[in-house]
């Protein structure tokens, strides 16, 4: 096999990082007006290519990680449903269900509503709209204050039970002044890496890729022209 000169070797070693041969080539010190055209020359080489994939099988015999499993996560990943997190949910207002559509009240709620304005010695709340107040209930299409439309919440699952490509997605919790923020892979990035492997940009190069994936990428990229 042809020696790689020093910056080539660099090359390889920074396009092992994140398969992206332009900034690969950056990294490794050529020009960055030109290294998305020098990126995709180096992988024409066949000394460059040929060293490439043997660090590449040396890589999965070492971690016993294959390109198959890495692209099965990307693709799992790419194709994850956000409300599987999060929803968006519309339920019921105060006065969908209650009795005339009168302000439904749960017991407990008006019990302290009671107490506090005795104590204030102001007038009782009024539970003409009756009690059992749920939440979760879906919006009454003819209910004359909200029109069918209910309340707008945010609805975040409980994260201890996620399972499959939603807990892939999942990438925790951030607390800031506006409130809690859901933060999530990036699925954009995801589909990018599996597009790389499929030979859709100019910076990729080929791995082979067998069984099962291989055809339901296959079918990907046939879909894809």
């Known amino acids: 096999m042809k020696k790689l000169t020093p910056k080539q070797q660099r090359f390889v070693d920074e396009y092992l990082i994140d398969l992206n ?31 490439v994939n043997e660090r590449i099988t040396r890589r999965s015999q070492r971690t016993e990680i294959t390109q198959d499993m890495v692209l099965e996560r990307w693709w799992e990943l790419a194709n994850a449903d956000a409300n599987d997190l999060v929803e968006y949910r519309r339920n019921n207002c105060r006065h969908c269900w209650g009795m005339n559509h009168g302000y439904q009240w749960t017991e407990h709620e008006f019990e302290a509503a009671r107490n506090q304005a005795l104590e204030k010695g102001d007038e009782e709340p009024d539970c003409a709209g ?62 990018e890496n599996v597009a790389r492997h499929l030979g859709m940009f100019n910076d990729k190069l080929e791995v082979n890729v067998t069984g099962p994936l291989a055809e339901r990428l296959a079918r990907a990229r046939a879909r894809n022209g």
């Open 130 to 191: 009756g009690f059992g107040y749920s939440s979760t209930r879906a919006p009454n299409p003819d209910c004359p204050e909200c029109h069918g439309e209910g309340m707008g919440t945010m609805h975040v699952h409980d994260t201890r039970h996620l399972q499959g490509a939603a807990r892939r997605l999942y990438a925790g919790l951030k607390q800031s002044k506006d409130g809690l923020q859901v933060l999530m892979a990036d699925r954009e990035k995801a589909l």
């Open 21 to 51: 041969a332009t900034q690969a080539a950056i990294r490794a010190g050529y020009s960055a007006r030109t290294a998305a055209w020098i990126g995709t020359q180096l992988l024409t080489k066949t000394h460059i290519a040929d060293k």
